[in-house]
Nanobody, 118 residues
């Protein structure tokens, strides 16, 4: 059984920083594709930043240059460093792991709330 556990969310003022963590518990072997998603109130879920099996990273345009996705394979942890936060970054953030051929992720965390005040 695989579980993803996010942490690191909180409330910050605009311009501040947070680092989200996602610990992978269970048997996932080797490098897998992982991604951070977010969903704000009344909004659709969107992919924020992803990292592939080859460690290539992708970002949605709105976070480019402000957010950095990384991982520590030894610790089985995925990170999202978020700098220069804006009120529009307010959302529940989720990590996901193991993308299938259809582009769907097999495992999801429970989410961590990020609130940015102006």
């Amino acid at each position: 059984q695989v579980q993803l556990v996010e942490s690191g969310g909180g409330s910050v003022q605009a311009g501040g920083s947070l680092r989200l963590s996602c610990v992978v518990a269970g048997n996932i072997y080797g490098r897998v594709s992982m991604e951070w998603f977010r969903q704000g109130a009344g909004k659709e879920r969107e992919g924020v930043a992803g990292i592939g099996r080859d460690d290539r990273t992708t970002y949605t345009d709105s976070v480019m240059g402000r957010f950095t996705i990384s991982r520590d394979n030894a610790k089985k942890t995925l990170y999202l460093q978020m700098n220069s936060l804006k009120p529009e970054d307010t959302a529940m953030y989720y990590c996901a792991a193991v993308r299938n051929a259809a582009g769907e992720y097999q495992y999801w965390g429970q989410g961590t709330q990020v609130t940015v005040s102006s």
